[in-house]
């Protein structure tokens, strides 16, 4: 697999679920064989030839996921991300009855010929 890059622009890659879960668990196992964190992450990225900062984004995703560190959960993120969706589109169907309503009223008001 072969990127071509642009000097001084930076590379973006898609790592498929399957990718990013089998350098957590690398990292995971390096920490369990090591007995210590440091310098890991870095391991792992360069074994696979994945960027550093991603690797350690998705294993500290996961270690909020196991509940052994603080922040906002996969899937609470998930839930959020829909209810903040279903907010929206609520939202909008009032102001959609707000106009009818005020439009309906403004029938009533007027006087029969």
Known sequence: MSRETTPGKPTTRRYS????????RLVFQLRKELG??????????EQLGYGVESVRT?????????GDAAGVSTADR???KRLEQENRELRRA??????ASAFFAAELDRPQK
């Open 17 to 24: 679920p399957e990718e990013k879960a089998q350098a957590v």
């Open 36 to 45: 210590t964190s440091q310098g890991t992450v870095k391991r792992v990225a």
């Open 58 to 66: 998705w294993v500290r995703q996961a270690e909020i996921d196991a």
């Open 78 to 80: 998930a839930r959020m």
């Open 94 to 99: 009032n102001e959609i009855l707000k106009k």
